[in-house]
């Protein structure tokens, strides 16, 4: 079983930057591939970014790229993701996902695991 608890929304200016985090537990954490979703009010959850296991691996949604970055720590149980440049458009709940098959992936379906979310709201 693994848990996760994203932390880091906030209310943030165009313009302005913040970083997530998303904390893991549970012994095999380090054998999941993460990602980033996001999803606003009345839309469908959307991709965000995705870190395969070893992090060696990263995608990006063309809407964020070059401004977002996926990271994960050192002992790869947290999964940042430090978003610069913000727009009012990327405002919505951030949630952080993990699933088994080790590689990143951009389909919400294969996540076995999910967080409660992050509220980031960004101001013009």
């Known amino acids: 079983q693994v848990q996760l608890v994203e932390s880091g929304g906030g209310l943030v200016q165009a313009g302005g930057s913040l970083r997530l985090s998303c904390a893991a537990s549970?012994?095999?954490?380090?054998?999941?591939?993460m990602g980033w979703f996001r999803q606003a009010p009345g839309k469908e959850r959307e991709f965000v970014a995705a870190?395969?296991?070893?992090?060696?691996?990263?995608y990006y949604a063309d809407s964020v790229k070059g401004r977002f970055t996926i990271s994960r720590g050192n002992a790869k149980i947290t999964v940042y993701l430090q978003m610069n440049s913000l727009k009012p458009g990327d405002t919505a709940v951030y949630y952080c996902?993990?699933?088994?098959?080790?590689?990143?992936?951009?389909?919400?379906?294969?996540?076995?695991?999910w967080g409660q979310g992050t509220q980031v709201t960004v101001s013009s």
């Open positions: 996902g993990a699933h088994g098959l080790g590689i990143a992936t951009t389909t919400p379906g294969a996540y076995d695991y």
């Open positions: 870190i395969s296991r070893s992090g060696g691996s990263t």
């Open positions: 549970g012994r095999t954490f380090s054998t999941y591939a």
